[in-house]
């Protein structure tokens, strides 16, 4: 079982930025993908982006140039720095790790 705690979100305006951070308890070795996801309708969930540990990353085509994935394993965090923040980014953001969850954290964008 891994635990993953999720804190930074909250409200931003239009052209602000947050930073969402994520903390795992443990490491499975053979996992190396870290990733925040965000809801779709449907109750799906959508990649925002994605980091290996090698620095490798994967993003969203819609926050692609405005947010950045980044991680610090030895603190075992990843974090998501979202900048140019916009109105269609309000949304619940789910950390991911494998098979594990965060419990999400809310993220609103203002006019």
């Known amino acids: 079982q891994v635990q993953l705690v999720e804190s930074g979100g909250g409200t931003a305006q239009a052209g602000g930025s947050l930073t969402l951070s994520c903390t795992r308890d443990?490491?499975?070795?053979?996992?190396?993908?870290m990733a925040w996801y965000r809801e779709i309708p449907g109750d799906q969930r959508e990649l925002v982006a994605a980091i290996q540990t090698d620095g490798s990353t994967r993003y969203l085509d819609a926050v692609k140039g405005r947010f950045i994935i980044t991680r610090d394993d030895a603190k075992m965090t990843a974090f998501l720095q979202m900048n140019d923040l916009r109105p269609e980014d309000t949304n619940v953001y789910f950390c991911?790790?494998?098979?594990?969850w965060g419990q999400g954290t809310q993220v609103t964008v203002s006019t």
């Open positions: 991911n790790y494998f098979n594990y």
């Open positions: 443990r490491t499975f070795s053979e996992i190396t993908a």
